[in-house]
Each structure stands twice: as structure tokens, then as C-alpha cells.
């Protein structure tokens, strides 16, 4: 059975602080790594993919490590429009299908 | 600008109820998906296409059947609504593999079934 595991917090941080989470993946075979964001009563939306070589984009910034099986997220300079749930997402080979973790949630306060 | 769109945010049903949800996507694109998300649970997939008339069950497709007669269009139906069917649905959709994986989500529909 394939599993995505995550600390369902919450995080409570205060604006300006870094904060990461964590996550493992349960299926060796896994092809493609994601992070989305969801906000409360919405839809979640791709926040970023993660690549082996790491990647970031502005104030985020993805890691993966294969061996361990393990992708983290890290948030730096935090801002109030930052409280969300993220979700760990892998995708596997063949189909794109999607696994989601059940999700971490933030809280940044003022 | 890329718009997946759910027939009704909110809905009330009986037990034993058929139950139509309906998803519409103006991308053109081939894949689309269903899934359910409950506290705790988090999101599930319920059954996916990669193509009209084409369909995959997903992780939980036991009191749900799917329809597929149109590109854009994707249905879920509950044939016999049950208590435990009561969720938030959620509609996605996709590029093939060898364009894009990131999945466009529609806003729920928001099930309860009394």
C-alpha cells in the first residue's frame, strides 16, 4: 500500500520565521515529487515540484533525498498569507496518479 | 486561465439517493480525476480517466461508478447514497505524463447524505 507521511502539526510561527516539514514516502519505485498548498474550505494548487538537485523558488525551498525516501519543505521569512495546510504529494510510475500525504498544517501569526 | 468547475458547492441527500456530481474542465485535457477528502484522511482517490469512455478505479472505488461521454466532462455517481459517503468531492485534472503532472483542482462539492 503506498503511504505519505507527515506531521499534521499545526505550526504555530510568528511572521519572519523559518520553518520546515518533513515527509516520507513509503514506495521506493516513486517518480515524481510535489508539494501543494491548501487553503482552509479551498482547493488545494501545486505550490512546487521537487527535484533531487533540490529546487527553490523565492522564499521556499524543496529537497529530496532518495536514499531515505524523505522530501522536505522550507519556508523562510514567513508571512501571515503563508497559514495554510501543505500536502506532501508523490507520484509513482505509470499512470499519474497521485498519492497526497495528509497534510501539515501552519499557522503564522502576527 | 486554466478553470475546473463543479456542478454545486454544497448538497443534501437521502440515504438511497442516486447522487450525480458533475465536473467540468475547459483545458482540453485527458486526464481527470476524483477524489474525496475527509479530516483525518486526507484526499483519496476515487476513480480517474485517461480518455473518453475510459476509466481506472482508484484507492476507494467501492459505492461509486464514474462517466466519461465527453472530453471535458466527468461525472461521479453514487448509485445508493449511504451516511458514509458524506465528504467534500473534489474534481482534478491534468496534462499526459509527458507534458505536465501538476493536477488543476476544482472548488469541492461538499456532500452530506442524511
Known amino acids: 500500500r503506498k503511504e505519505v507521511e507527515q506531521d499534521p502539526g499545526p505550526f504555530n510561527v510568528p511572521e519572519g520565521a523559518t520553518v520546515a516539514f518533513n515527509c516520507t514516502y513509503s514506495?521506493?519505485?516513486?517518480?515524481?515529487f510535489f508539494w501543494y498548498r491548501q487553503d482552509c474550505r479551498k482547493e488545494p494548487k501545486l505550490l512546487m515540484s521537487?527535484?533531487?538537485s533540490g529546487n527553490e523558488d523565492g522564499r521556499f525551498t524543496a529537497q529530496l533525498n532518495r536514499a531515505s525516501q524523505y522530501i522536505s519543505l522550507l519556508i523562510r521569512d514567513s508571512k501571515l498569507s503563508d497559514s495554510a495546510t501543505y500536502l506532501c504529494v508523490v507520484m509513482d510510475s505509470g499512470y499519474s496518479t497521485l498519492t497526497f500525504g495528509k497534510g501539515t498544517m501552519l499557522l503564522v501569526s502576527p | 486561465d486554466v478553470k475546473v468547475t463543479q456542478s454545486s458547492r454544497y448538497l443534501v441527500k437521502r440515504t438511497g439517493e442516486k447522487v450525480f456530481l458533475e465536473c467540468v474542465q475547459d483545458?482540453?485535457?485527458?486526464?481527470m480525476f476524483w477524489y474525496r477528502q475527509d479530516p483525518g484522511l486526507g484526499l483519496r482517490l476515487i476513480y480517474f480517466s485517461y480518455d473518453v469512455k475510459m476509466k481506472e478505479k482508484g484507492d476507494i472505488p467501492e459505492g461509486y461508478s464514474v462517466s466519461r461521454e465527453k472530453k471535458e466532462r466527468f461525472s461521479l455517481i453514487l448509485e445508493s447514497a449511504s451516511t458514509n459517503q458524506t465528504s467534500m468531492y473534489l474534481c482534478?485534472?491534468?496534462?499526459?505524463?509527458?507534458?505536465?503532472?501538476?493536477?488543476?483542482f476544482g472548488p469541492g462539492t461538499r456532500l452530506t447524505v442524511t
Open positions: 482534478a485534472s491534468s496534462f499526459p505524463p509527458n507534458n505536465s503532472y501538476e493536477q488543476y
Open positions: 483545458m482540453d485535457h485527458e486526464n
Open positions: 514506495n521506493s519505485a516513486s517518480q515524481s
Open positions: 521537487v527535484y533531487s
